[in-house]
């Protein structure tokens, strides 16, 4: 057996030992509960996940191979989805065909901003080694395939839906920071302003 703890000081281990056994016990509990408790089964949460699928194989059939990184058809597709919701989004083309988008949804103020981070290009494919198009976003056996389908057009898929669910839902409250030094229910926001 491997001490993983070996280079750490007494209560570094211990601090480690801790954070381990927490994460053990919180896998556990999600592989115990049943399904209906760990995934709500009411009909947002269903959209949002049915929504998620769709943009990440959306975004997976846009080619942002990099090099040349080509972001700008991607950032494109983001901005149109967020526009549709009424939200403030912005595309910028830092060089030609490499793109930024930038969206925010303004807060209340009372607390601290959230920012949502991921990149849109991918690296480079020897199609000649994948059994399937890497740029279909195909769906088999419940799996999105394709290249960025991991990383990282899932975070820009899982931002997007998370961008969209508190206008959709007309509700802040959707995030619980319990545990975070906050109460559990308070408002969180995309933005301090």
């Known amino acids: 057996m491997y001490n993983i703890f070996a280079m750490a000081s007494a209560s570094t281990t211990e601090k480690m ?10 896998v556990l ?8 408790i760990v995934w709500p089964q009411d009909k947002q949460w269903r959209t949002s996940s ?9 975004l997976v059939r846009i080619d942002t191979t ?5 972001e700008m058809a991607a950032a494109a597709y983001i901005e149109r989805v967020l526009s549709a919701a009424r939200i403030d989004a912005r595309t910028i083309e830092c060089a030609p065909g490499r793109a930024s988008i930038i969206a925010r949804i303004k807060g209340t103020g009372r607390a601290r901003p959230v920012i949502l981070m991921a990149h849109m ?9 994948w059994s399937f198009d890497p740029f279909a976003g195909e769906l088999r056996d419940g799996y999105v395939l394709g290249r960025g389908a991991a990383d ?3 975070m820009l898929a899982a931002n997007l839906e998370i961008m969209l669910l508190p206008k959709r839902s007309g509700n802040r409250r959707f995030l619980s920071t319990e545990g975070c030094g906050q109460p559990s229910g308070e408002k969180v926001s995309s933005s301090g302003g």
């Open 121 to 129: 290009d991918v690296v480079e494919v020897e199609r000649d080694k």
């Open 152 to 154: 990282d057009k899932a």
């Open 17 to 26: 030992k801790k954070a381990l056994t927490g994460v053990v016990r919180l």
């Open 29 to 36: 509990l999600f592989a115990l509960l049943p399904p209906a």
């Open 66 to 70: 990099n090099p040349p990184g080509n």
């Open 50 to 58: 049915e929504d998620t699928v769709k943009f990440l194989r959306d």
